[in-house]
């Protein structure tokens, strides 16, 4: 039975499609109206309704009157599906972005095709707005920031890609400032989870209020929220809040631990500080009746503990105190981002990625890579020009020449990232795939499939000989798209025997693995990648973030296939196709 919000949501809806469709504007207000006497209402409308009493509400006329009443006894509305018909509902949620009325999304679903978010901020990023009639690229950038916004008030926290860059910057900006002894971000954003709630700096000075008005005085501030003598809180043009503390350099160690987190992790902490008799708060341990002892670094805390000192991303209560207590050998030794010989997903101008081989090539050289895996997608995912064996064989010429013009300091293998079709087969013929260097398969398509047929698809997949690597396995983005329902431990398994490595990719959008999952397959003997799935140069940088998920999973540097030398690569493939 559907309640007074319900009610008012799809009037409100039936207004909106209404209004899109560009109908009369005083039918449209009529609905826009009953909305709000229906949401305002002090008593359910299905007990008026089933007193019989609907025409007797002040504003609801017979007509509304005769839908309330189809509503309140099928469940449906037969007015509404026709409209819904019409106008799709992913067209219709584009309303909510900020910056964007009914005449423009009418105009962007007819001119572009858009009938979602995703599609409308693919078309923002590609720059197909700017030119639209009175739109313009400050409109086109609004829209972007609408979207973002929208996805953050879905769960109140921003992706970690999101984040990540404006506290570097803020703790860049504050380094100089007199009387800065160290500074960095702290919280769930140091421990590098996927989404943020809102960002903690942590500063060592001799003179707070110095730093604090330089921090509430930088040019990215929207709004202060708070100031303190050693505590500032701002709002940034953003929207996401940030906090600086400010303590003096003798209890820095002690307090970036505190701010750090996990909550769940320093509940534990504070547990082992108890049984030694110590109380433990953001400044360092008092002893029962003693002194404050303060620590300026996290090691000598955790020490006095008798704790190694923990990864900040293992910092999560997952098994991690355990370890450190019994040394710190016992903690792994996590994959650095230094440690990352190559990036095995990219895609080129081949399919819909910005520039050409040589392109991304030269980004991934500067970068200190020594290998690169080209990944452009195979055709049947209908975007951009998507690969057939004819166009694979045309950019194998082009990779073997970038390689003859690198003169051997750098090797670009050729690879593609190929659809796994609704049934487990793959898109491109196998003498097709066994012709690349490395093959990934991703999953894009038909996501919400049940768990016993998308996991056998999955493996009908992974079963492919010529397959090396199942891309960004969930399909999930973050904030936006739910993950497939896999039977997890099953694909796990079946990866581990075929040897087939397991992606993180490392798209912030992504994170696909997520943590959880890339520490369970490492547990079952998955090989993984770190993959940034770049679509431009630019776009290569992400690597940090899957570096970071990969760390939160505790993955050790042997495991992952692109920390090995070319050659150990190039053996695990040819091994995996005479299995
Ligand atoms: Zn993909």
């Known amino acids: 039975m559907l309640t007074n919000t319900q009610l008012a949501a799809l009037f409100a809806d039936i207004a909106g499609r209404e209004d899109i469709l560009g109908e009369n504007a005083f039918k449209i207000r009529a609905y826009r109206n009953v909305a709000e006497i229906i949401d305002n209402f002090p008593r359910p409308m299905r007990d008026v309704w089933q007193a019989g009493a609907l025409d007797g509400v002040p504003g609801i006329g017979k007509e509304i009157a005769k839908k309330i009443d189809e509503l309140m006894r099928t469940g449906k509305l037969d007015y509404f599906e026709r409209l819904r018909a019409k106008v799709p509902d992913g067209v219709a949620a584009l309303l909510d972005v900020p910056d964007l009325g009914p005449k423009r999304v009418k105009l962007i679903w007819e001119t572009l095709g858009v009938t979602d978010l995703d599609a409308l901020e693919a078309a923002a990023q590609a720059g197909k707005l700017r030119d639209l009639p009175k739109m313009g690229e400050k409109t086109e950038q609004r829209i972007l920031a609408g979207i973002a916004s929208l996805r953050r008030r879905a769960t109140g926290r921003v992706r970690l890609g999101d984040a990540l860059p404006v506290a570097r910057a803020i703790v860049e900006a504050l380094r100089d400032v007199p009387g800065v002894a160290k500074i960095d971000y702290a919280g769930s954003l140091r421990r590098g989870r996927e989404t943020i709630g809102d960002i903690d700096i942590v500063v060592a000075t001799t003179e707070p209020a110095t730093v604090g008005a330089a921090f509430r005085a930088l040019p990215l501030v929207a ?19 940030v906090d600086l503390r400010a303590v003096d350099p003798r209890h820095w160690g002690a307090t970036l631990q505190y701010f750090t987190g996990s909550q769940a992790h320093n509940i534990r902490v504070r547990a082992i500080a108890q049984q030694q008799g110590l109380s433990l708060n953001e400044y360092g341990v008092t002893p029962e009746g003693g002194e404050l002892i303060p620590f ?29 207590a019994l040394g710190a050998n016992r903690l792994p030794k996590l994959v650095t981002a230094k440690a990352l ?21 030269q980004a991934a050289l500067a970068l200190g890579y020594e290998y690169i895996l080209i990944t452009d997608h195979s055709r049947s995912l209908g975007i951009a020009n998507g690969l057939t064996p004819e166009r694979l064989i045309a950019q194998r010429a082009e990779i073997d020449r970038v390689n003859r013009d690198l003169g051997g300091r750098f090797r670009v293998l050729q ?26 398969a991703s999953v894009h398509t038909s996501l919400s499939q049940a768990r016993e047929r998308i996991t056998a698809r999955a493996l009908r997949a992974i079963g492919n000989p010529n397959v090396h690597i199942l891309g960004h396995p969930s399909g999930r983005q973050i904030n ?19 040897r087939v490595a397991l992606e993180i990719n490392a798209n912030p959008e992504r994170l696909d693995l997520n943590d959880t999952h890339a520490r369970r397959a490492a547990e079952l003997g998955c090989l993984l990648t770190i993959s940034t799935d770049a679509h431009s140069p630019a776009m290569l940088a992400n690597m940090a973030y899957g570096v970071l998920t990969a760390r939160r999973a505790w993955v050790t540097p042997d495991r992952v296939v692109n920390t090995w030398p070319l050659k150990k690569v190039l053996d695990w493939a040819r091994e995996r196709r005479t299995q």
Request: aromatic share 6%; glycine share 10%; with cysteine.
């Open 223 to 241: 709004e202060v929220l708070g100031a303190g003598p050693t505590k500032s809180s701002i709002r940034t043009t953003d929207n996401l809040q």
């Open 296 to 324: 300026d670094t996290e090691e000598g805390l955790y020490a006095r503990l008798g704790l190694a000192w923990i990864p900040p991303e293992l910092r999560e209560d997952r098994g991690e105190i355990e370890a450190a």
């Open 341 to 361: 010989r190559g990036d095995l997903q990219m895609h080129t101008t081949w399919s819909d990625g910005e520039v050409d081989v040589m392109g991304m090539a």
């Open 415 to 440: 690879g593609v990232e190929c659809e796994v079709l609704s049934d487990g087969a793959l898109d491109l013929p196998d003498e097709a795939l066994a012709a690349c260097d490395l093959v990934q």
């Open 480 to 498: 936006a798209r739910e993950p497939a329902d896999y039977d997890w431990e099953a694909l796990f398994v079946g990866a581990a025997k075929a």
